[in-house]
């Protein structure tokens, strides 16, 4: 079965401009959840989506939000970019919302604010 | 303070050698999993250990769940460069949100 998939793979933002980066889950998986990935940082967790609904949010400002269709496919959006935003931004899908369920990652989506 | 350490951060060996690389919290965890992160791609999950003390093989990887289940180490027999790689672990940090360490970066010189 296909993938997660991320699109675009490859972003060139400048600052203060807002993206939109899209995530399609595995077929048949509803748990949707973006991470934020830097080299110094690591993965830091961003927000997780079930059903239509934000189950957990991450430690990020407010400019950062996401949201998710009935088809289960994801949006995150960033509004207001800044030079920190650049990062590799990967969507997970899972079956179930529990955390330690096997979560499938997409490819990216690499971010460059300039 | 990052819940899930990591180290060594950076582990560059000859093929064929053997690795062990390390996962710590203070924290204790019901279960934690280990991802294999390849240039370009997303992290895939390698294994899940659930019981303190558990071995778990994967071919060439053994995966070790510490005894009071607060840290996890994975070693490597006779690396072969298809094994290069940043490895990370993962556990739940609570209100069913997934932690990540920053990883080991293995390389694998043929």
């Known amino acids: 079965k296909a993938g997660v998939t991320q699109t675009p793979r490859y972003l060139i933002k400048t600052r203060g401009q807002q993206v939109t980066l899209s995530c399609s889950p595995i077929s048949g998986h509803r748990s949707v959840s973006w991470y934020q990935q830097t080299p110094g940082q690591g993965l830091q967790f961003l927000f997780e989506?079930?059903?239509?609904?934000?189950?957990n949010k991450g430690n990020f400002p407010g400019r950062f939000s996401g949201r998710q269709f009935s088809n289960s496919r994801s949006e995150m959006n960033v509004s207001t970019l800044e030079l920190g935003d650049s990062a590799l931004y990967l969507c997970?899908?899972?079956?179930?919302?529990?955390?330690?369920?096997?979560?499938?990652f997409g490819q990216g989506t690499r971010l460059t604010v300039v | 303070t990052q819940l899930l350490e990591q180290s060594p951060q950076f582990l560059s060996i000859q093929e064929g050698e053997n690795l062990t690389v390390y996962c710590n919290s203070s924290?204790?965890?019901?279960?934690l999993q280990w991802y294999r992160q390849e240039p370009g791609e997303g992290p895939v999950l390698l294994v899940t250990?659930?019981?303190?003390?558990e071995v778990k093989k994967l071919k060439r990887l053994t995966f070790q769940f510490g005894d009071a289940r607060k840290d996890s180490s994975l070693h490597i027999t006779a690396a072969q460069p298809g094994d290069t790689g940043l490895y990370l672990c993962a556990g739940e940090e609570g209100n069913n949100r997934l932690a990540f360490g920053k990883g080991n970066q293995v390389v694998v010189i043929p």
């Open positions: 250990v659930v019981t303190g003390g």
């Open positions: 997970a899908s899972s079956f179930s919302p529990r955390a330690d369920t096997e979560a499938f």
């Open positions: 989506y079930f059903s239509e609904t934000q189950r």
């Open positions: 924290s204790v965890f019901s279960s």
